[in-house]
């Protein structure tokens, strides 16, 4: 990726966790790397193929000198988020506060935060048995338009599957969803929960009927295991109701540990092979070998 860089941009305004800081202000200065494609603006010497750095420089004083935050890790969490939400082609950046007159009241140079965002892709399934599955899909997917921090790029079409896991019930309605986020996966899970709230979701029996089930099949190429939380989701190579909706949207997506793209995990499923098979098959494509 390539980069654009700000260095010291100076900037007057009013933060600090003391009343002196916000009545008197002070300097501070930004530093920015923003992490985006310039070949198109390069080879056709287009401005409107490239960010203006002028036009984030403009953005960020102005932001700054108009809020007020006792933390200059807000200050920085604020800064990164404007520039992402308006200017499409940084997918990320680093953001940089320094502030040179910070009451520490012992000899510095300079006291700063910098931090690194960016927008992540993420691939979200829905499925509902209980009620009127379309709408309760519909609401999951419209829930994904009221942040400004999502952007719903792909839906799949909606497929009628067959309960799993051995609980008897009523057939499922399943779907995909591919969305770009500047959420953590933490925070977007959180939200996930969130929605399935309001359509009055409740875990009473694992794999059991629901009104609204959303869960993070991928983001990025991140692979994570912790208390609440796994990516890839566990067993979705298994999952016809999963991989039959990716492959509509996102054939071409690999699985990060596999190493399988979407559209082969299905073909093997359909066919019969194990997971095992497709681990042993994705082995011995990049040159691994199990035993």
Not at 13 to 31: D, I, L, R, S, T
Not at 75 to 97: G, R
Not at 116 to 133: E, K, T
Not at 206 to 218: M, S
Request: hydrophobic share 40%; charged share 25%; aromatic share 8%.
């Amino acid at each position: 990726m390539d980069e654009i860089h700000v260095d010291n941009l100076e900037v007057f305004a009013h933060h600090g966790v003391f009343a002196q800081e916000k009545e008197k202000g002070q300097p501070f200065y930004v530093n920015l790397v923003l992490y985006t494609d310039t070949r198109r603006a390069g080879q056709q010497d287009e401005l409107t193929r490239s960010t203006h750095y002028g036009e984030v420089c403009h953005l960020v004083t102005k932001w700054m000198q108009e809020h007020t935050y006792d933390l200059i890790e807000t200050v920085a969490e604020t800064v990164a988020e404007q520039v992402l939400l308006t200017y499409p082609l940084v997918q990320a950046l680093d953001v940089e506060i320094r502030k040179p007159q910070a009451p520490i009241g012992l000899p510095f140079e300079s006291v700063s935060v910098k931090i690194h965002r960016g927008w992540h892709r993420a691939y979200v399934a829905l499925g509902s048995n209980l009620g009127d599955r379309e709408k309760y899909l519909q609401m999951g997917v419209e829930a994904m338009k009221e942040r400004k921090d999502i952007r719903l790029q792909k839906v799949s079409s909606f497929r009628q599957t067959a309960p799993y896991g051995g609980v008897a019930q009523e057939d499922f309605l399943n779907g995909v969803m591919e969305l770009r986020t500047l959420l953590t996966p933490q925070e977007l899970l959180d939200y996930l929960h969130e929605v399935e709230q309001r359509a009055e979701r409740k875990r009473e029996i694992h794999w059991g009927p629901r009104t609204l089930d959303l869960d993070i099949l991928l983001y990025d190429d991140l692979v994570m295991d912790s208390e609440h939380l796994t990516i890839p989701h566990v067993d979705m190579q298994n999952r016809d109701f999963v991989l039959g909706p990716l492959v509509e949207i996102a054939s071409w997506v690999r699985h990060p540990v596999l190493r399988m793209t979407m559209g082969q995990l299905y073909e093997r499923l359909i066919s019969g092979a194990t997971a095992a098979e497709a681990a042993a098959d994705s082995a011995r494509q990049s040159g691994r070998i199990i035993r």
